[in-house]
């Protein structure tokens, strides 16, 4: 069963999910940390203090609505004033409707949450880190994979 196995898919998954990580560590930086950023820029703390969309300087996007809406990665820190839309993509809504709903809601980011709002999304943290992390990775994989075959000679 293993004389077939080739252990350098191994090297090669591992990468891939380095590569994932990395994506998304930027994907989250970039952005759904511009949304965070410009809640916790413009002073939004309460309901009293929500802004929309438009008094951030922001189009509503469907990455904006996957991440605010239901369990998404920002719903358990950015909170919202208005009626909770439904997910518009499963209720057979087009891009432009699922827009204007979220164009009504207010949203803000209140003073407990504010902390870990700073700590995962401010700009002051770098994106360089997972790129690194990446880079690391990509030579590791290569080392190994060329490496591999006098690694496995040494068991044999």
């Known amino acids: 069963m293993f004389e077939s196995f080739d252990a ?15 994506f ?13 950023r410009a809640i916790l820029n413009s002073g939004a703390e309460s309901p009293e203090t929500a802004k929309t969309f438009a008094e951030l300087d922001l189009v509503p996007t469907p990455a904006y609505e996957r991440a605010l809406l239901g369990s998404g990665s920002l719903s358990h820190i950015v909170s919202f004033v208005g009626t909770v839309p439904k997910k518009a993509r499963i209720l057979g809504q087009s891009n432009q409707q ?3 709903t979220l164009c009504v809601l207010a949203l803000y980011v209140s003073p407990e949450r504010r ?3 700073q700590s995962i999304y401010s700009a002051e943290q770098s994106i360089a880190a997972p790129i690194a ?3 690391a990775a990509l030579v590791l994989t290569v080392v190994l994979v060329l490496l591999f075959p006098q690694i496995s000679a040494l068991f044999s």
Do not use: D, M, P, Q
């Not at 998304?24 to 965070?36: A, D, E, M, Q, S």
């Open 24 to 36: 998304y560590t930027y994907y989250h930086k970039t952005v759904l940390g511009r949304l965070v």
């Open 8 to 22: 350098r898919w191994i090297f090669g998954a591992f990468f891939l999910a380095v590569a994932i990580f990395a």
């Open 115 to 117: 902390r870990k709002a």
């Open 133 to 135: 992390v990446t880079a």
């Open 98 to 100: 699922a827009t204007e």
